[in-house]
């Protein structure tokens, strides 16, 4: 055991906890659709930008942060700590102020120009406190940031709270996480120093081999990610209906928590420990494969009996998140050090932009196929995001597990 090893043992919890309670405003407004469906008088298309707007504001937050190298510049706690306090300000505005989309997507698209500053700069504290094991390390952040933004539809499926109180509870959560990562996360001794302001260090990410297979699967796990966690409610809900209600089904809040919350934190503490060993590169194409057959099987299970449904959405809960801390570690491995933070900023931002499209195609899919048809065209971006980190495998080289030597930059 080294000497690091109790302190960055401390921080793994520390830095996880911080971003299952600052990550329950992301999801909070989209938990109460179906309530804001009927106090606005929105349909369906128009409640999506509910989510869609905070896909945008975090792409436009993460680019902003990537172009000035913000995670690698400000102290990356302070930067966590005022982000998840705005992320919460804008919340409570929200349940405050909004009475229709006019008001709410604004304020959602602050909401998420403000988490961008949480979990990119998340990313980078936990590689600062891990070399050997920073698989596993990265898992388990991904994994607090699954549980978190699934905490909404956990409180919506046990608690019969008006909307506003359920983005209250959320905006207090992310004030606890912002209190948190102010008082007691730091820095880990593999943190660089501040580096110079180059911007054009973004265009190395996408011109070399391995930064560039590696940001292609990543766009792959993100075509299918948010949009299985924005509407997955919506497919349990429907399945439910098309069954006429089954008395032993459990609410679609509670199913979709164990689905999304649970299993995949399962899925990514796993994945984790897995990839130290076996190869990240390997282990997320076996991953992306899994999940993008769980969206045949989820358009072959649709309305059939809970037990089974809820089978298959646990398999695909675990795996639709259980490479996306492998990829964060494979950009945090083959970037240049001193550049790790606007790596992996600028990788979330070409991911989360993408979501803003399937989100959005999802329900128009739904509406006029089925949801049948909707789940089965997600599996379309895993299956090729596994081609692309099967290459990247081929890629690699015994003094990176994860990819080639690391991409370098001259200020």
Known sequence: M???????????????????????????????????????GISQGEATWLTASVQLGFVTGA??????????????????????????????????????????????????????????????????W????????????VGALTLGSSLPQLITGVADLPWRSVLYVSCALAVAGALLAARTVRPGPYAAPAPPFAPRYIVALFRDRGPRL??????????ELYAVWTWLPAYIAA??????????????????????????????????????????????????????????????????????????????????????????ACVSEVADPRYVGT?????TAAGFLLTVLTIQLTPLLAEAAGWRAAVAVLGIGPLAGAIAMVRLQRHMTPAHPAATGRTKVHP
Request: aromatic share 6%.
């Open 63 to 128: 680019v902003l942060a990537a172009v000035f190298s913000l995670p690698d510049r400000v102290p990356a706690h302070r930067l966590v700590a005022g982000s998840a306090l705005a992320g919460a300000a804008t919340t409570a505005c929200v349940a405050a102020f909004a009475d229709g989309l006019a008001t709410a997507v604004p304020l959602r698209f602050a909401t998420g120009v403000a988490l961008a500053g949480v979990y990119p700069p998340g990313l980078k504290l936990m590689a600062s």
């Open 239 to 328: 399945g439910q209906a098309a069954r006429q209600g089954d008395a032993e089904a459990l609410p679609p809040g509670v199913t979709a928590f164990l689905a999304i919350g649970v299993a995949g934190v399962a899925g990514c503490l796993l994945a984790g420990r897995l990839g130290d060993r076996v190869g990240r590169a390997r282990l997320a194409a076996l991953a992306m494969v899994t999940s993008g057959t769980c969206c045949l099987l989820a358009a072959l299970v649709f309305g059939g009996h809970p037990l089974l449904v809820t089978a298959v959405l646990i398999v695909w809960g675990a795996s639709v998140i259980a490479d996306s801390g492998l990829f964060s």
């Open 214 to 223: 590696a940001n292609l699967g990543y766009l792959g796990h993100m075509w």
């Open 130 to 141: 891990f070399d050997r094991g920073r698989g596993f390390a990265l898992g388990a952040l």
């Open 2 to 40: 080294t000497r690091l090893e109790g302190p960055a043992r401390t921080q793994l919890a520390l830095i996880a906890a911080v971003q299952v309670l600052a990550m329950a405003t992301w999801f909070s407004a989209s938990a109460v659709v179906p309530a804001l469906r009927g106090e606005w």
């Open 343 to 347: 790596a992996l900023t600028t990788q």
